[in-house]
């Protein structure tokens, strides 16, 4: 539930509602709760805190919450929260550290499920990673996002002819495969300005950049800020 949203859950909404603060104090010991261990309904709850810029795309991507309904879906999952609920219901040594990499596990196998669905005609940079050829040509632009980039080349990683890679990038992440680059390289520099000292040239270099004044020109039309403006609003 990544935007803060109100909701309520109960077996009976006509019953008086009990703050979530109550059952998950703030902070939680290792970043994980739960309540009512051992009844018909099991709730486990926690949060993970994501920093950066990077993590805007992802939560941008993130539905309100993912509901679960395939029966074999829940299997899979089954045995994490159950292990999970052992940990917290019987302190070990170690406990904390299993339920948070058991916490982990349950998202990452939720995200999976959603993506699944997703693949039924949703847009997204999320949806993608489940695209094994799009997958590969964004991996190589996070993973050498100062190359120079053509179209041709992205679409060879990917396996296919230039007008099909470009057709099916944009249907499945849902901008092309350069606005994609150029979104991806000025996300990298609004997180090295705001953590580094870092000079405008050098993140404009190592970004691919031919100059400071081009990559400051990219990044006030995508930031709604020149570089310089956008580090004293950080600060």
């Known amino acids: 539930m990544p935007r803060g949203l109100a909701s309520c859950l109960a077996s009976d909404l006509s019953l008086t509602p009990v703050d979530a603060s109550v059952i ?11 309540c009512n261990g051992g009844g018909h309904c099991l709730l486990v709850g926690g949060h993970l805190i994501l920093t950066g810029k990077h993590g805007d795309i992802l939560l941008a991507e993130l539905p309100p919450i993912v509901h679960i ?4 879906d829940k299997t899979a999952m089954r045995w994490c929260v159950e292990r999970m609920n052992e940990e917290l219901r019987n302190p070990q040594p170690g406990g904390f550290l299993v339920a ?11 995200l999976r499920l959603h ?6 005609g949703r847009a997204g940079w999320l949806f993608a990673l489940s695209d094994k050829d799009i997958s590969a040509a964004i991996a190589s632009i996070h993973d050498e996002p100062a190359h120079d980039w053509t179209v041709e080349e992205l679409g060879h990683r990917a396996g296919m002819s230039r007008s099909i890679f470009v057709l099916r990038f944009k249907k499945t992440v849902g901008v092309s495969p350069m606005q994609y680059l150029t979104h991806w390289r000025i996300l990298l520099a609004a997180d090295r300005i705001a953590n580094t000292s870092d000079s405008i040239s050098e993140i404009a270099q190592s970004l691919g950049y031919e100059s400071a004044s081009a990559f400051t020109k990219v990044f006030k039309k995508m930031m ?3 570089p310089r403006e956008y580090n004293r609003e950080d600060s």
């Open 24 to 34: 998950f104090p703030v902070p939680l010991n290792g970043g994980v709760a739960s």
């Open 69 to 72: 309904r395939e029966k074999s």
């Open 100 to 110: 948070q990499q058991l916490g982990y596990m349950i998202l990452v196998q939720g």
């Open 115 to 120: 993506l699944a669905d997703g693949l039924k």
């Open 224 to 226: 709604g800020c020149s």
